[in-house]
């Protein structure tokens, strides 16, 4: 029996895997970023269309991710990756598993030591973070969460950088995923901590947990009241209020006295609380329930258009979905039907298209009502 073939196979497999040939062109590939793509579904299996209706990828997938820069498409235990065109840019393997963020993402290799960790592999399919760490998360905004063992196996969390640098120490329990370029810590003793991209720790005196980065501001809590910091620490707004939601279109909703108001991205009251519901401003307006009225106001709170539709949705490129007639079509700011109610559910519009029901079909509509695809049984 000869020995040597299954240890050369080996061999030859983990050096592939540490240049991330695959199979392929060891020649780097040009990342492009992903052009608008619209998810779409035949049965359980999962395709993607361009703006304009043409199938970019069929509908014949288990799952499918987009990435930063490619599409991440998965059958059975093999994945491919394809560009923005629907062009194979990585064949079928079972080595890159999630899809690209930030162009990087983690692979199994061997460190210096020969023993297996994670590194970083990034879109021309090279390993450009040499394998190091124990566990790693992708990245986001330049920043990765990955964990080290102790001698005991007990695993400790910091961040890194694209350079590998740990730039938060990994003597952290839990570390989550970063999120416009900051990264929040937690422990066991439910104390919250924040740090930005050089690791430094800008959580503000007195707060005991800090939200996720919105328009460049976040919500902070002190006990049970919230306000809101700048992603570089400074509070713009001390807690003071018992519900807030995150900015949205360069307002955030808070709720006092039993009221809804908002306040703009200074911190200054722009609508005061006297709104008996309200929701996140889109395209401008904000769908509100102002003294038993249901009405679009704008960033001053002045009313701009009432609803008499049974219900309605938020603006999205100009036009807001309504149920008239227990059928969804939409409306543009004037008021106007532009489409006719005709569907069984309708979405926001996105990207210049729109997700809607057709019975027991679906379809992605144009602004002008145009189906540019739809669902076949």
Known sequence: MDLTRPLCKTACRLLALAAIGLGGSMAPLAAQPLP?????????????????????????FDRIELGAPWVMARKGARVAFFDGQGRMVIEPQEALTRPFTDGLQPLRGQDAQGRNRWGYADARRQMVLAPAWDDAGPFADGLAVVGLADAWGTLRYGAIDRDGKLVVPAEHGKLLTPVGGL??????????????TRGRDITPAGVDFVGVPSEG?????????????????EVVVPPRWEQASEFKDGMARFWADGKFGFIDRSGRVAVPPRLDAAEDFSDGLALVRDGGQQVFIDRSGRHVLPVTAERAWGFSQGLAAVRIGGRHGYIDK???VVIEPRFTFARPFAGGLAYVGLGRDSAYIRPDGRIVWQSTR
């Not at 937690?186 to 901590?193: D, I, L």
């Open 217 to 233: 501001l976040v919500r902070i809590w002190t006990a049970r009241l919230q306000g809101f910091m700048t992603v570089s620490g």
């Open 334 to 336: 004037s008021g106007r």
């Open 183 to 196: 990264v929040r810590a937690e422990s066991r003793e439910r104390t919250h901590r924040v740090f930005d």
């Open 36 to 60: 608008p793509l619209f998810f779409i579904r035949q049965g359980d299996l999962h395709g993607l269309i361009d703006p304009e209706g043409r199938t970019v990828l069929p509908a014949e």
